[in-house]
């Protein structure tokens, strides 16, 4: 299986940027990193994917370093309402298409 | 813009009974993935179909659980003989190719 390693935990203060780290040091080269968030009694979200250049959108930032091994989701300003599990995944280029997801990184954002 | 719809919300049934749960996709997504989730934990792949075709599957899809997307739209999802460790939330998900996956809101199972 295709696992990546978060921390368990981050905190953060509002309005304040968050760093999310992830491990995938097994990625090959076509995978895709995606990242996810579920808050609390919802259905994931889908937040950002990228396979070797940074994005950006209107969610988040994710950069990836240059030997594919490791990401940062980038939230520029937390909110509240960011508080939330964070799920990075890699998601086979093929028709192999399993998504193997961890326990993720709980980020608690305080006022 | 409608999203991934997953009907019913919540089933409650006895062990032992059969249950079928069912997944309406985005219209333009080719590929379909079932998960399941319990408390604290991540999603679990159950299997994720490319139009009707089912590519992969994991270990429990080849007991009591089965999936079908027979015209690669909708898709069912079937557990025979339920028991009460099959209790979680059976989550939906659909992308186009390998883009973001698009998540329904889930159907939660609780096994009496």
């Known amino acids: 299986d295709a696992k990546t390693t978060q921390p368990n935990s981050m905190e953060s203060n509002e309005e304040e940027p968050v760093h999310l780290p992830c491990n995938h040091s097994t990625i090959s080269g076509t995978d895709y990193i995606h990242w996810y968030r579920q808050l609390p009694s919802q259905g994931p979200e889908y937040v950002i994917h990228g396979l070797t250049s940074n994005v950006n959108n209107r969610m988040a930032s994710l950069a990836i370093a240059e030997d594919r091994k490791s990401s940062t989701l980038i939230l520029h300003r937390a909110t509240l309402r960011d508080a939330a599990v964070y799920y990075c995944?890699?998601?086979?280029?093929?028709?192999?298409?399993?998504?193997?997801f961890g326990d993720g990184t709980t980020l608690t954002v305080k006022p | 813009d409608t999203g991934v719809s997953q009907d019913p919300r919540h089933k409650i049934t006895k062990r032992g009974q059969n249950v079928t749960f069912r997944c309406d996709p985005i219209s333009e997504h080719n590929r379909l993935y079932w998960y399941r989730q319990t408390l604290g934990q991540g999603p679990e792949f159950l299997t994720y179909f490319q139009n009707e075709a089912q590519l992969e599957k994991s270990r429990l899809l080849s007991d009591r659980f089965s999936a079908e997307r027979p015209k690669g739209s909708f898709s069912t999802l079937e557990i025979q003989r339920t028991e009460q460790g099959d209790s979680a939330m059976y989550l939906c998900a659909s992308s186009l190719w390998t883009q973001g996956q698009y998540f329904g809101p889930g159907t939660r199972l609780t096994v009496t």
């Open positions: 995944i890699q998601i086979l280029n093929t028709n192999a298409g399993k998504s193997t």
